[in-house]
T-cell receptor, first 115, second 109 residues
């Protein structure tokens, strides 16, 4: 009965590969997010989806493409992986449409290591 | 630019009280969050302040002064399990959440 789940938890891959991370929430929330947390522990928002529509894209390279088949899922696909993509990626969700005023519930994170 | 400032690291003793400060400069203000993040885990919600004053929730309290662009998180009766990073985040006028880099709190016996 996990609220926000992500798979895989760990992902090790070679430079240049393409990979996907999946996220699902069973909270009935309308908004989902992807964050990147680097080695300095700084959380940076990458994308936000509200009812399957992209509403934030924070200057992320277009190698990163979010896909939301329905409002309970927000997957992250990464093309041509680079060393600098190594980080922990967190998925999160919240109820309110006014992003940023409602509590966000985070998934367990996916630790991506690019070799 | 928008900026959230928190101390990088703090150390406190089990059973004591610690105050973690956060100052912000953002384009507008629509609320301030505190999240707790244990090493290797996801952030979890602690508190949300949108009006000035102190919000108390068990051993944790959060204070906000909008005129000063300042908040603090107060942790009482510290326990070893409180060792974690504490993230301050502010919602700006565009309802975007701006995150601080977090304060790593180390609790010693």
């Amino acid at each position: 009965d996990t609220a926000v789940s992500q798979t895989p938890k760990y992902l090790v891959t070679q430079m240049g590969n393409d990979k996907s991370i999946k996220c699902e929430q069973n909270l009935g929330h309308d908004t989902m997010y992807w964050y990147k947390q680097d080695s300095k522990k700084f959380l940076k928002i990458m994308f936000s989806y509200n009812n399957k529509e992209l509403i934030i894209n924070e200057t992320v390279p277009n190698r990163f493409s979010p896909k939301s088949p329905d409002k309970a899922h927000l997957n992250l696909h990464i093309n041509s992986l680079e060393l600098g993509d190594s980080a922990v990626y967190f998925c999160a969700s919240s109820q309110e449409m006014e992003i940023g005023t409602d509590t966000q519930y985070f998934g367990p994170g996916t630790r991506l290591t690019v070799l | 630019g928008q900026n959230i400032d928190q101390p990088t690291e703090m150390t406190a003793t089990e059973g004591a009280i610690v105050q973690i400060n956060c100052t912000y400069q953002t384009s507008g203000f629509n609320g301030l969050f505190w999240y707790q993040q244990h090493a290797g885990e996801a952030p979890t919600f602690l508190s949300y302040n949108v009006l000035d004053g102190l919000e108390e929730k068990g051993r944790f309290s959060s204070f906000l002064s909008r005129s000063k662009g300042y908040s603090y998180l107060l942790l009482k009766e510290l326990q070893m399990k409180d060792s974690a990073s504490y993230l301050c985040a502010v919602t700006d006028s565009n309802y975007q959440l701006i995150w601080g880099a977090g304060t790593k709190l180390i609790i010693k016996p």
